[in-house]
């Protein structure tokens, strides 16, 4: 009785054993060395677990691995592998990594390739002149005395476009700095369907932020010439209305002058 409990044991862990996947095993130690930027050991545990099952989401994630590691030669290599077998959308998203990858690799080629940088001659010394003691200004006429006793500032449309114009303005480089964000982060992607997801994400956020700015700067220009406008009323109804103080031996002699 006791050697048929143990044979049932035994048959009962074969299936247990059989489930069990040394590529996704590999796979799954490879995503975390990704996640903390342990490049070398994502690209060894990715490498085991193609060698295993070659699955083209595998070689996305090794060619990613190598980009993010800096040895974008050996990525762009990857890249091409994947698209022999990728979809079309695939095979799109592929290219244009491997665009950016090789200018990359010509931009670095350049940094090396650039003259070292001439060393200036130190710029002569100035002596500065004696400081003399400033002379006295003469006072400046009175002014007119203004008959408005409002401003431009506190004109209240243009007062209200000019704080929706902020608004958009304010509201669309918020989206657009969110939409930059997440287009950078995209390319980080294991998958190219994550990818996809994400840089569609990234665009619409993009395209709110435009049209908020868009928007804003409507709405900001609008204000801007209300406040144009008014001032320049203000200043045509000054100039036909003045006061005039002449001072006398007893006092002084106010007169109010205004122009229809």
């Known amino acids: 009785m006791k050697h048929r409990a143990l044979l049932a044991l035994a048959f009962a862990s074969i299936p ?75 095979a799109n998203v592929a290219q244009e990594f491997i665009t950016k990858c090789q200018a990359d690799i010509e931009a670095q080629q350049r940094a090396i390739d650039a003259p070292p940088p001439t060393v200036s001659p130190p710029p002569p010394v100035v002596v500065n002149p004696p400081i003399t003691s400033p002379q006295p200004q003469p006072m400046p006429p009175p002014q007119r005395a203004s008959t408005h ?9 243009g007062d209200v476009l000019f704080v929706v114009g902020v608004g958009g303005l304010a509201t669309g480089a918020t989206f657009l700095a969110l939409g930059n964000r997440d287009m950078s982060a995209a390319k980080n992607e294991l998958t190219v369907a994550a990818y996809e997801g994400a840089t569609s994400d990234a665009k619409q956020k993009q395209q709110i932020g435009m049209i908020a700015t868009s928007a804003g700067a409507v709405f900001t220009g609008l204000a801007i010439w209300r406040f144009v406008a008014v001032a320049r009323r203000h200043n045509r109804e000054d100039a036909q209305n003045s006061l005039a103080i002449v001072p006398t031996r007893d006092g002084a002699f106010a007169s109010y002058l205004v122009s229809f």
């Open 149 to 157: 006793h409002g401003s431009w500032a506190f004109d209240p449309l």
């Open 16 to 90: 247990t054993l059989a489930l069990a996947d040394p590529a996704e095993d590999h796979l799954a130690k490879g995503t975390n060395y990704y996640n903390i930027q342990e490049w070398a050991s994502a690209l060894k545990e990715y490498k085991e677990s193609y060698a295993l099952d070659p699955k083209p989401d595998t070689l996305w994630a090794i060619a990613q691995t190598q980009r993010l590691s800096g040895d974008c030669r050996s990525a762009i290599l990857t890249y091409k592998a994947y698209m022999r077998t990728a979809s079309a959308a695939g």
